[in-house]
């Protein structure tokens, strides 16, 4: 065989196996759905195995993959919750200030979520190798141990996200504070509790700004506050993200309609410590 048709032969290869693995994790994801369909689940999309709880809540299964060695794939999964006022606000707010709003509900992405083997006493990420090779006994026995876990460990966090002070609670953790210090404030806006909203906007300042030194705050504020749009090093990136949201925010409040004539609120934000008020 030339070394012309030794690549072509490699590249058949490798296309034939993309396509088997493809296959392979739609047969999981499919799998799953229907042994879930009696709790409500549905395959929304590829890699999202979804339910609607109610009108405002959703839990997701976010599929994961990986390839451990040749032949196998590893499947792994993301459960969560997001909450649609939550998402309506991000939405609204995402057409000032973003050219490409995102919607957590339109892509069935979780709010708060973790490996459900994090939710194991094992405390660890899990994930079931699945082959190509194996048969039918092998495979549905693996989805079995899938769905018990669910069950057992996916089923009962559910229920508490379900909870909205549960859900925020969540979110108000160092696991999910990247995202929280937007998304709590959101939720506050979305109920009509802006006092709270603003309050958590202050707190979440002085919990990043705790971790820097205060030679660090010193040399940012006479930096680089308010250069929203530079480059800003990576010490002073959550701080500046949290601060660059808090000005939008309050843009975003002055021109909502259901705060125009709230002069309290616009009271309270003119007293938030560094940010003034054009």
């Not at 048969?135 to 141990?145: K, M, T």
Request: proline residues 3%.
């Amino acid at each position: 065989m030339s070394n012309h048709e030794k690549h072509f032969f490699n590249l058949h290869l490798v296309c034939h196996n993309v396509v088997v693995m493809k296959e392979l994790k739609k047969k999981i994801e499919t799998v799953i759905a229907e042994r879930l369909a009696e709790y409500g689940f549905k395959k929304k999309r590829e890699g999202r195995i979804v339910r609607i709880v109610n009108k405002n809540v959703m839990d997701s299964i976010m599929c994961g993959y990986s390839h451990p060695s040749k032949g196998w794939l590893g499947y792994n999964f993301i459960i969560g919750t997001l909450y649609k006022n939550i998402d309506d606000i991000l939405v609204e707010f995402d057409k000032h200030f973003n050219n490409s709003p995102f919607s957590y509900w339109k892509e069935c992405k979780f709010m708060a979520g973790k490996n459900i083997g994090y939710l194991t006493p094992e405390y660890k990420f899990i994930q079931w190798n699945f082959s190509k090779e194996e048969d039918e006994e092998i495979f549905n026995s693996r989805i079995d141990e899938i769905i018990a876990c669910i069950k057992t460990y996916a089923f009962p966090y559910y229920e508490k996200m379900s909870v909205d002070s549960c859900f925020i609670e969540e979110l108000d953790t160092d696991a999910f504070w990247a995202i929280g210090y937007e998304l709590i404030p959101m939720y506050y806006h979305a109920i009509g509790e802006d006092e709270y909203a603003l309050k958590h906007m202050e707190e979440s300042i002085k919990r990043f700004e705790r971790r820097l030194t205060s030679e660090e705050l010193e040399d940012y504020y006479s930096r680089y506050y308010g250069h929203w749009d530079e480059l800003i090093p990576n010490d002073y990136r959550n701080l500046h993200c949290a601060l660059k949201f808090v000005e939008q925010f309050k843009a975003f409040w002055r021109i909502s309609q259901k705060h125009q004539n709230n002069e309290h609120l616009l009271f309270q934000l003119k007293k938030m410590p560094y940010y003034n008020l054009a």
